[in-house]
């Protein structure tokens, strides 16, 4: 018989609420568990199926860690114990599956693994249910392409933890039916997570590709000598990541320089032209291209709000900082 955690819900506390469809989590690792969080913190149902019955057997435990944690924090909306009665942990896929109108598969990034998980998902789960991938870099086409019902498989990849990065890309296949995409963003919102749309297939999606290019140049800088593993980490820490967690890249470029991005763009594009040819790179940054992103960002911010932008900017920066050193933020 599958676990509950706990087996029954609070007094006077319904487990799920009425409007939210019926999840199923096919992997107990930390994306897995972290989903589990998210979704039994928005009310929805949630059924967690792990292979492994010594990672099943731990799962309890880490959940109610996770969620007295984020209590802790003023993160939980109810008391842990309400949460908690969400979630049951299934032995058996086909437990898990039943009924299910959402499936995120966490299982681990290995090709054959996910084309044969996700050939017993698309033969085991309810013909309308949406079946997500937590995929990292892998995309849909890859491990979906053959089989029956691939028009309801995607992508949804999050932040890791994913209770604690409140957003999560969607990325169909050429052959994702629309209105699964559709679906699969709703149930992303209604959990809380910003859901962003990835316009085409492409390996490692938005969130990886950022991330990666900035690793492979602090591997670079290592290797050359230039900077300390930790002064790189302290440069991202401090630096660019405090920046960077109030605003993004194309906004600080665009609140960096008077005149905004197109100003930027004019006096560093080829500063950093150079920089990637020293890596071999060669994307720069044309006419067409930097007025596209000129229009997106004085779409956002007109240029005669600049200032505006700037002080919003700085207000945010000066909050954090002030929560650094109060030691909220460590």
Known sequence: MPSEIPSAPLPGAPPARPDRPLIAIVGGGSIGLGFAVVFARAGYPVRLFEPAESRRAVLPAELAARLAGLDSAGLLPEPPAVVRARVSVEETLAAALEDTAYVQECAPEDLALKRALFAELDRTAPPEAVLASASSA????????????????????????????????????????????????????????????????????????????????????????????????????????????VIGPFETADLNTRGGIAAHAKKMGPAYARMGAERGQHDPWTDDLVARVTAERRAELPLERWEEGVARRDARLMALVRQRRAGDVA
């Open 138 to 245: 892998l995309t849909a086409s890859a491990f979906a392409a053959d089989l029956a019902g691939r028009s309801r498989v995607l992508v949804v990849h999050p932040g890791n933890p994913p209770f604690l990065i409140a957003l999560a890309e969607i990325v169909p296949a050429p052959f994702t039916d629309p209105a699964v995409v559709e679906r699969a963003c709703d149930i992303v919102a209604g959990a809380g997570l910003a859901p962003i749309r990835v316009g085409r297939e492409i390996e490692g999606f938005v969130f990886n590709r950022l991330q990666g290019a900035l690793l492979r140049e602090a591997y670079c800088l290592v290797r050359d000598g230039v900077a300390s593993v930790s002064d790189v980490d302290r440069v991202v820490r401090d630096g660019l990541g405090l920046r960077w967690s």
